[in-house]
């Protein structure tokens, strides 16, 4: 009698993971497939290498700013062997025995629905109870004359580098480029951002875009604003070429492409199980990330919020609605990070998106070495801003935006707020630890108390 599993995974990156961890725990049968590498974009090429790497320049900025402190040469050897470490070396053979011990049967392969609680791969099918696709997307190269002839990378050929380049072109404005950018000039690579909008970070309120233009120059990267590619060429010196359409020409050892990502739904199938795609190829899910009966998705294949702990936090919705727990996602308050130097950090609404939602919103900015003594005691010449947006009608906070040291860390406190609806007076009772960056928020609130009445 044929097996029946009681899920199949297709796809094993951090959701798919936390799916499957969950799962097992629970005592299910559990088929995982995996064309690539269990771990997924953000183990190999992104979040895990990214963040390793960017340490290094960090430090850096941090000892130069640091009373008794000295800036110390980087050691790109060491950097990158630790890199490639952190990276498992490109390597997943332990965590596909790792599964395979607790029982999970683990299939390598491109794997496609071949109909309601059917898995096609290898040219055999998988039966299961439950379906979660767990694809991800794959990075977006733009289609222009030329583009063939130049020496054109995505992040997967930037955080796999084993020797860095004199100069790069980054084309696009998003996260992917701000970090690229800090690594690359941290360790002396020459930098230019090429960003076909007016801004950096356009989905950001419009104050942090330009903090985060200015720390870039601030580490000697060239940014050039409404700027985009027309054509490329390879120069007789085997530079990369680019012709760009507002006139002029940059010749580079290398182009990043920053320039956004698209599903990996090509050949799935999901019609096949009752599900569609919406008209940029996500697979469309409800609140319980659920695409059709039986059929689950969860992670960047679904184009909520292309993050990665929101992908492991609809692994868990799914996961326990499996296993009878019915859960809802939501989504407020989930944190956006750029781990640039100082970080760049933001949760919840701008107030543009707030304006659209009919919310009467007023928002302040607050200069942290102006308003609290923590940026003081951690560097001499201190940085960082805080802003918060608050709903005068509701009187609770739902958006706020920090560019200093560790706001990855300290942002969460506007992300819980934001999420729980806490309200202001609440917010204003706290007595956070002093001295530290959390104290901003306590100034913020008193500042818009005394301007806004509120």
């Known amino acids: 009698m044929e097996e029946v599993f009681d899920a199949a995974i297709i796809g094993m990156g951090p959701g798919g993971e936390v799916a499957a961890d969950r799962l097992l725990s629970a005592g299910k049968r559990v088929v995982v497939f995996e064309s690539e590498l269990i771990g997924g974009e953000c183990a190999y090429w992104a979040c895990i290498p990214s963040k390793t790497i960017l340490r290094g320049p960090e430090v850096n900025i941090e000892a130069d700013g640091t009373a008794g402190a000295s800036v110390n040469a980087l050691d790109w050897e060491k950097a990158r062997d630790y890199r490639d470490y952190m990276a498992r070396h490109l390597d997943d053979g332990a965590q596909a025995d790792g599964y395979a011990k607790r029982g999970a049967t683990v299939v390598r392969g491109k794997a496609a629905i071949a109909g309601p609680g059917h898995v096609a791969a290898n040219g055999r099918e998988y039966l299961a109870h439950h379906i979660i696709i767990a694809t991800g997307t794959i990075p977006v190269v733009p289609d222009f004359p030329g583009v063939e002839d130049i020496t054109a990378w995505t992040n997967r050929e930037v955080y796999t580098l084993k020797a860095l380049p004199r100069s790069v072109a980054i084309v696009g404005g998003s996260a992917v480029a701000l970090e690229a950018a800090f690594f690359l000039s941290g360790f002396g690579v020459e930098v230019t951002v090429l960003n076909r909008s007016a801004r950096l970070l356009g989905r950001e309120e419009p104050e942090a875009s330009a903090l985060a233009e200015g720390y870039l120059r601030d580490r000697g990267v ?191 406190q506007a992300s819980m707020a934001i999420r729980g609806g806490i309200p202001l007076e609440v917010l204003r009772d706290m007595a956070p630890q002093f001295p530290s960056y959390s104290e901003a928020y306590l100034v913020a609130l008193d500042r818009l108390g005394a301007t806004e009445g509120i």
């Open 222 to 412: 060239k940014v050039l604003a409404n700027s985009s590619v027309a054509r490329g060429r390879r120069g007789e010196d085997g530079a990369s070429i680019l012709a760009l359409r507002e006139g002029g020409e940059i010749a580079v050892d290398a182009v990043i492409f920053a320039t956004g990502r698209t599903p990996r739904t090509e050949g799935l199938d999901v019609a096949r199980a009752g599900a569609t795609l919406d008209g940029h190829g996500n697979v469309r899910v409800d609140e319980h990330c659920w695409a059709a009966e039986g059929l689950w998705a969860i992670g960047d294949v679904t184009g909520i919020m292309p993050f990665t702990h929101v992908a492991k936090y609809q692994g868990r919705i799914v996961a326990d609605c499996i296993l009878g727990r019915e859960r809802s996602a939501s989504y407020d308050g989930i944190p956006r990070v750029v781990f640039a130097s100082p970080e760049i950090a933001a949760v919840g609404l701008t107030r543009e998106q707030a304006e659209g939602r009919g919310i009467d919103a007023v928002s302040i900015q607050v200069n942290l070495p102006e308003a609290i003594s923590r940026p003081w005691t951690y560097e001499q010449d201190p940085r960082g801003d805080l802003g918060i947006l608050v709903d005068r009608h509701r009187r609770v906070m739902v958006g706020a935006w920090a560019i200093a040291p560790q706001a990855s860390e300290w942002i969460h």
